[in-house]
């Protein structure tokens, strides 16, 4: 993990409306500003996210990893405008995007401008292609009806050139075949490919991978990371990857987010994380990984549950299962201390160690 490690190295247009805002910093193309996005259900409000801030820096990947259901995926959905109400609904904070004429506030901005960026600017591989694409068409219609929505002058011949060429583009090697294809003719490497070019298709300036390598086996992982990577580079995107996989942030990011029970707990850059975590629970998360020159009659896992999120503690959400906790754990939530310029940590811990 560590050598893989290795390998990875203002402008302001303020219009009158609302959904404006001259806060976003031009080196980054998304800024997480105090998110919370909640579920209220029968049982209660689940904060799902919970006060969540980060950034996405211009042509970086950006890794956002933690248990399932820290919140992750709603953090992606999130941006995209994908959590409806009534029962999920973003109840404040701003997800500043950078576009080319100015920052907008995607939270306050009208709905039929986030259909404009949706799949165009932004776009976003999710987790199970399988049940992304539909069965009943092939898909090449499907990376078609992509091009055409946003492109709606386009020509008929004109955009099934440009599907076949995002096919080439992804490493298919039979484009024009796999373009009449439905997706059950398809295997799971080939599927995910589709989805990844579809993503690709309309040149987007940001790109969300939400455990883009599941399910997938080792060898066909490694060939979408690496196109990935490659593609990123190509088009000159952003990546935001979303995944529980450790290894696969130690081969794409440049920065890590670690998330827990709807929170950010430590940020940093993959370096700062893998070679000095802060948090325990990043400790946890980094000890839980195999590794192939270190040989255990058993897998380190983190002890106890992760709270309810119907009924969250006052105190850190992480105490109860910590084995560093202390008496001032029992306090109030920690504020994110500064260790350094790009690292930050959610922990008492860390409490009067400024940056370096």
């Known amino acids: 993990m560590i050598r893989k490690l290795e390998k990875n190295k203002k402008r302001r247009n303020i219009q009158p409306d609302e ?30 996210v919970d006060g969540v801030s980060f950034s996405v820096p211009q042509g970086s990947t950006v890794g956002v990893v933690g248990e399932s259901g820290c919140g992750k995926s709603v953090t992606s959905l999130s941006l ?10 973003i109840v404040s904070g701003q997800i ?22 949706r799949g165009n600017e932004i776009a976003m591989i999710f987790q199970e292609p399988m049940t992304s694409l539909n069965p009943v068409f092939t898909v090449g219609s499907q990376i078609d009806e992509a091009i055409t929505l946003h492109n709606p002058r386009m020509p008929e011949e004109e955009a099934k050139k440009r599907s076949i060429d ?3 583009l992804v490493g298919i090697a039979n484009p024009e075949g796999v373009y ?8 799971g490497g080939m599927r995910q490919r589709v989805m990844i070019a579809m993503a690709l298709s309309c040149d987007p300036r940001l790109i969300i991978a939400d455990e883009p390598t599941t399910a997938l086996d080792v060898t066909i992982q490694a060939q979408i990371l690496d196109l990935l990577r490659s593609l990123k580079d190509k088009v000159d995107a952003s990546i935001m990857l979303i995944t529980h996989d450790l290894g696969v942030v130690a081969e794409m990011a440049d920065f890590v987010i670690v998330m827990y029970a709807g929170r950010v707990i430590e940020t940093g850059t993959a370096r700062e994380i893998y070679l000095n975590p802060q948090h325990p629970y990043t400790v946890g998360l980094l000890q839980a990984k195999p590794q192939v020159h270190r040989e255990v009659d058993r897998l380190y896992s983190i002890p106890g549950q992760v709270p309810s999120p119907v009924n969250m503690p006052s105190w850190c959400f992480f105490k109860d299962r910590c084995e560093k906790r ?9 504020p994110m201390f500064q260790l350094s310029p790009t690292h ?3 922990c008492w811990l860390c409490e009067g160690r400024g940056a370096e």
């Open 326 to 334: 202390f008496d001032k754990c029992d306090g109030d939530y920690p």
């Open 80 to 89: 995209m405008r994908l959590v409806q109400g009534p029962a999920g609904q």
């Open 96 to 117: 500043r995007y950078n576009r080319a004429d100015g920052a907008v506030d995607m939270v306050k901005l009208p709905i039929e401008e986030v259909q404009k960026i």
């Open 19 to 48: 959904y404006k805002t001259q806060m976003a910093d031009a080196s980054n193309i998304v800024e997480f500003d105090n998110l919370c996005t909640y579920f209220f259900t029968d049982t209660g409000t689940v904060k799902a």
């Open 166 to 168: 995002m096919l080439k």
């Open 180 to 187: 009449k294809n439905y997706p059950h003719e398809l295997s």
């Open 344 to 346: 930050l940590v959610a």
